[in-house]
């Protein structure tokens, strides 16, 4: 089955800062990509999603790469602020069995 | 808005009893999920339905089993609790091709 991998356990920036967490994945047929942010003792939610059509995509601070040749997609999160600070998990689904795969998580520290 | 709750929210459990997690959805989402979370393994998943009646295996499925008997309802049941199944359990409702809903999180610990 697909596997997505995370490739910053951790990242440390300084508050104003650009923050930008790399996820890579396996199975071609991948074509959704969104992304989750956990606050320290809450749950998930989503914050941003890419699909495979487009190779950008913009949130107010928060955009998404997609390179497909190389399988790889990244969140960009500008001018960072302490309430950034949070685990972001990647995910990836090709549609089929309605599931989603998802990385490990990146926790993001935003320094004052 | 979307809303999908847990319960309970914390739980103490005795090794070889009996628990039962449950998840409500006024979503009207077709597809719930169950994933456990723990320091080191992010997030996985233990079984998912598709609709009321259907139960699917996930990664981890051994020492789970699942229940849907209605399209709000989804249960998560371990017959024979370990303290290896300490954990964060999520219940999440949406899908694959779009944004999935998580509840709150249920705190087990197996003593």
């Known amino acids: 089955g697909e596997k997505v991998e995370q490739h910053e356990s951790t990242l440390s920036v300084r508050e104003g800062d650009s923050a930008v967490i790399n996820c890579t994945y396996t199975d071609t047929a991948s074509s959704y990509f969104p992304w989750y942010k956990q606050e320290a003792g809450k749950s998930l939610h989503f914050v941003i999603d890419i699909r495979s059509n487009v190779d950008r995509k913009q949130s107010q601070r928060l955009i998404v790469l997609l390179d497909k040749k190389a399988k790889r997609f990244s969140l960009h999160i500008t001018a960072t602020q302490p309430e950034d600070s949070a685990i972001y998990f990647c995910a990836a689904s090709t549609g089929s069995n309605n599931r989603i795969f998802f990385g490990d998580g990146t926790q993001l520290v935003v320094k004052p | 808005e979307a809303a999908v709750t847990q319960s309970p929210r914390n739980k103490v459990a005795v090794t070889g009893g009996k628990v039962t997690l449950s998840c409500n959805q006024t979503?009207?989402?077709?597809?719930m999920y169950w994933y456990r979370q723990d320091t080191g393994h992010g997030l996985r998943l233990i079984h998912y339905?598709?609709?009321?009646?259907?139960?699917e295996k996930g990664d981890i499925p051994d020492g789970y089993k699942a229940s849907r008997p209605s399209q709000e309802n989804f249960s998560l049941i371990l017959e024979l609790a370990t303290p290896s199944q300490t954990s964060v359990y999520f219940c999440?409702?949406?899908?694959?091709?779009?944004?999935?809903?998580f509840g709150p999180g249920t705190r087990l610990t197996v003593l």
């Open positions: 979503n009207n989402h077709n597809n």
């Open positions: 339905s598709y609709g009321a009646g259907s139960t």
């Open positions: 999440a409702s949406g899908g694959a091709w779009v944004e999935q809903y």
